[in-house]
DNA sequence: ATAACTGCTTGCAAACCGCAACCACTCTGG
DNA sequence: CCAGAGTGGTTGCGGTTTGCAAGCAGTTAT
């Protein structure tokens, strides 16, 4: 980790903690993943991250308070939890997968998750943080009765499957 | 510049084009600051660039399609100016310096446009986005009554950069 | 004619990335 | 009790990227 930021911009400050190769891809699979342990990140990664590469990402997402790290000790299955300062990474992701979308060439499968993302809004990016609180933070949903980002993506993603396109 | 993505996931493609220490603090400077050509890069770099970082960093920006590259001719003072891709980083702009703002410790004068950013929201982008239009595409704002979303950012970081504290 | 400005390039050391192999330890089934 | 799979990593090594300082061909201003 550097020790001073470059200067005191909030968008340089971001850059030094998620601007790599691989921070915001760890991010990614952490938050709309489900992944929450070191070989479940290594083995099921798009991309195939390197476990030396992953071991230091990691490190330097809890060390800036993006992650925590809850061991188990040796050879024990350990957990990875996002912060609040991760959870609020969700507009972030929308905004790259916006980007990405419009941008650049990607998988008709892997897109799906982006549009829904941005069709459903910062109404969505909330209800979706609620729900990684609760699962990560073990708070509960603000709202309940309120059905869940997870099953709303779900539900549409489904339903723009069986639309065809 | 690499040649394949490493995935098909649009986020993915997002980081591949900017993930990387210097290339959206330089796109920062371009829509933010007004910056154009190399040296004004260079010399008011808040974070100070260094001049083959830079040149690679254009290089790569050009490459990608978020620059293009107006050339002069040798020793004669050449631009680099946004397109339509470039205008549209501003979402993602906002979204990592409202992060940056409540997430890490920032100065006062340049956080104050994150803050405007944020607090203008996407009307705010949007009307930005139209000017970086009208100034780097040559495309007529649709609204030219609305007042100049440049100004209100200048006027507001000028204001703070007065007031010191 | 001189000085300053133009957008870079070059050389070199340090840091980071990517790949493959390896490791200490634990948990599970027989 | 023991073998085998699973746990979260570390180590070594070569290639790429970054950071710093200096230099360079051509143009513009005085």
Redesign the pocket.
Known sequence: MRDEPRSGCPINATVEALG???SLIVLRDVIFGGRR???DLLAHSEE?I????L??R?KALVAGGLLT?HDA??????AYTLTEAGVQTVPIMAALGSWGLRHRTTTRELSVRAELLEQGGPELWADLMDELRETHLGIPRSDPDRPRASERLRAAYEQAVAEGR
Chains 1, 2 share one sequence.
């Open positions: 790599d190769r691989w342990h070191f070989r195939g390197a476990s030396n590469i071991s230091s990691l790290r000790g040796r050879g024990r299955r350990g």
